[in-house]
Structures are given as structure tokens and as C-alpha cells.
């Protein structure tokens, strides 16, 4: 349940994670994840959580203090030749192809490895033991009320869902249930966005005002329809491109939630690494927008 409390402008909810995500890179989530994570934090504590883990930017925007940080790691069988006896199960039993039989060994590829354990467990003679295997680094930095969460893959990592998932746990674990987490969502519309909003109580999708912008745009409503996701759009740039992507939420009844203008002021101030809410008024009232949003709608 949500509650509001109104001498405060506090939004409180038992359970509240805001997933910023796009159809395309570029259209400007960080952008927006780290200017609304920011003028929330003048108001209350919140968790901004960079789960672009191929390349996270937040941390560009962010002037915090590092508090802690963490390896983190996923599990992959090793083989054991002198108890193996070539039974053929562990590729059997592999549904990723990351364990390979060949004539005289075992052949496992980590790559490939989604850490299910059905080598290891259903091996006769446990010639697969797990062991653990470094993917990546958490940094938790903090700025007065405002957390800060970044994971980073191991340059030459093939898969990032792991270490997605380790960080929304990290962030379940560490932060009460009535602090609004904000996540700043992986491109695309793949399996790292999907393990990025899956359990998002909104989605706020990001989008800017042409027809590529409209075409990715698609594909990331078509998404969280699928997952069943409560969603609304911002538009990023308004002011250039066509009218196309207005019309395609009045059509289709998707809440426009703000406008952040194209102006060469906001370019220049991203370009310098610096927050826009509190330089530029027009940034600041959509984000108002959104904030009203959310304390009226979402949390009927």
C-alpha cells in the first residue's frame, strides 16, 4: 500500500521500485534517472541503482562518497579428470551447450554457463564441483540522502543478467522496503532489460520525438505489456523530430508523463557531467510532473 504524506511531500510505500528503461541507447534514461534520483533525494532518502552494468554512467552525474565495494561472482563446473568417467551426462543434462564431451575429455566453456548447476548435481561420479568465478564489481557511494549503486562487468564477460540480478538483490538486502529504489535500466529490449524491470512496481519508459525513437519505443511498450508492467512515457527532446510518438500514446493510452525540451543549454551541461534540475527550470517542472505522476496514479 502507498501512503502520502502531505506536509512533507513524502512518497512512502511498502515496496517501491521505479525502473527507467528505453527501446534504444542514447534517448537519455541516465539522464533522467540521475536528475529525478537527485531532487527526490532533497525530499527523502532514495536508492539510485545503475544496472547498464556493460557500461554504467550514472556515477558521471553523481558526486558521492565510495562507502563500500564488492566482487562479485557466478558459478561454473570444473572438470575433474581423474574421477570422470566419460558417461556423457554432463552434456546431456546441459541445455546451454557449455559442457562439451570430446573422445578423451570434458571440454566446459564459462561463456556460455548460466550457473544452473544441472552438470554438477546430476553428475555420477561429482566430477564437476562449482567453483566460483569473478564477473564483475559493486560500488556503493552515498551523498547526503541520496545512495548510489553501480555494478560493472569484467571486460570480456559475455552475459550481464547475473550480474544484474546479484545487484537488485545487494540493493533488496540492504535498503528498507518503504525507500524508493530508481533504476536505471540496461538499453534494448533483451534479457538484461527484462531482469532489470521485471519486478519494477513502474516503468518509465524514455523515448525521443522521431521515428526511430518511435520505432524503439514500440518494441519497449510491446515489452512491458508482455510483463504486465503499470508503464508511462517521457519524451526527451521534444521539439525536434514529428508529432509521431504523441500521437502513438493518445492512441494507444499510454500516459505522457513529461516533456524535457531540446535545448543546447541541457547539451552542454550533460556534456560537463552536471545535473540539470537545479540549472534549468523547465527540466525541474517536469520532473515535478513526474513526481505528481506517480503519488496520484501509480499508487492507486
Same mark, same amino acid.
Given at each position: 500500500m502507498w501512503t502520502h504524506n502531505d506536509s512533507r511531500g513524502i512518497i512512502k510505500q511498502e515496496k517501491m521500485k521505479i525502473a527507467i528503461a528505453s527501446g534504444k541507447g542514447g534517448t537519455g534514461k541516465? $539522464?533522467?534517472?540521475?536528475?529525478?534520483?537527485?531532487?527526490?533525494?532533497?525530499?527523502?532518502?532514495?536508492? %539510485?541503482?545503475?544496472?547498464?552494468? +556493460?557500461?554504467?554512467?550514472? !556515477?558521471?552525474?553523481?558526486?558521492? +562518497?565510495?562507502?563500500?565495494?564488492?566482487d562479485k561472482f557466478t558459478m561454473i563446473p570444473e572438470w575433474n579428470q581423474k574421477s570422470c568417467i566419460l558417461c556423457g551426462e554432463c552434456q546431456k543434462n546441459c541445455n546451454f551447450n557449455a559442457v562439451i564431451q570430446m573422445v578423451d575429455m570434458i571440454m566446459v566453456f564459462p561463456q556460455l554457463c548460466h550457473s544452473c548447476y544441472a552438470c554438477s548435481e546430476l553428475c555420477p561420479t561429482q566430477s564437476l564441483p562449482m567453483i566460483p568465478k569473478k564477473i564483475g564489481e559493486l560500488k556503493h557511494f552515498q551523498n547526503n540522502d541520496l545512495h548510489f549503486i553501480e555494478s560493472k562487468l569484467n571486460i570480456g564477460e559475455e552475459m550481464s543478467v547475473p550480474l544484474i540480478?546479484?545487484?537488485?538483490?545487494?540493493?533488496?538486502?540492504?535498503?528498507?522496503k518503504e525507500i524508493i529504489k530508481i533504476f536505471d535500466s540496461p538499453p534494448g529490449t533483451s534479457c538484461p532489460v527484462i531482469e532489470a524491470t521485471k519486478n519494477a512496481d513502474f516503468v518509465i519508459l524514455v523515448t525521443?520525438?522521431?521515428?526511430?525513437? %518511435?520505432? @524503439?519505443?514500440?518494441?519497449?511498450?510491446? $515489452?512491458?505489456?508482455? %510483463?504486465?508492467?503499470?508503464?508511462?512515457?517521457?519524451?526527451?527532446?521534444?521539439?525536434?523530430?514529428?508529432? !509521431?510518438?504523441e500521437n502513438y500514446c493518445i492512441e494507444n493510452n499510454i500516459p505522457i508523463l513529461a516533456k524535457?525540451?531540446?535545448?543546447?543549454?541541457?547539451? +552542454?551541461?550533460?556534456?560537463?557531467?552536471?545535473?540539470?534540475? @537545479?540549472?534549468?527550470? +523547465?527540466?525541474?517542472?517536469?520532473?515535478?510532473?513526474?513526481?505528481l505522476f506517480i503519488k496520484k496514479s501509480v499508487a492507486l
Open positions: 541516465t $539522464t533522467l534517472s540521475t536528475n529525478l534520483s537527485a531532487y527526490l533525494s532533497t525530499k527523502q532518502k532514495i536508492v %539510485l541503482v545503475d544496472l547498464d552494468v +556493460e557500461e554504467p554512467n550514472s !556515477g558521471l552525474f553523481i558526486e558521492a +562518497e565510495l562507502i563500500a565495494s564488492e540480478s546479484q545487484t537488485i538483490e545487494f540493493v533488496e538486502n540492504n535498503f528498507s525521443e520525438p522521431t521515428p526511430f525513437g %518511435l520505432n @524503439d519505443l514500440i518494441l519497449a511498450v510491446e $515489452t512491458m505489456q508482455k %510483463l504486465e508492467k503499470k508503464f508511462g512515457v517521457v519524451i526527451n527532446r521534444h521539439g525536434i523530430g514529428n508529432d !509521431g510518438v524535457i525540451p531540446n535545448s543546447r543549454k541541457i547539451a +552542454e551541461l550533460y556534456s560537463n557531467g552536471e545535473l540539470l534540475f @537545479d540549472k534549468i527550470p +523547465e527540466v525541474a517542472q517536469e520532473l515535478i510532473k513526474i513526481e
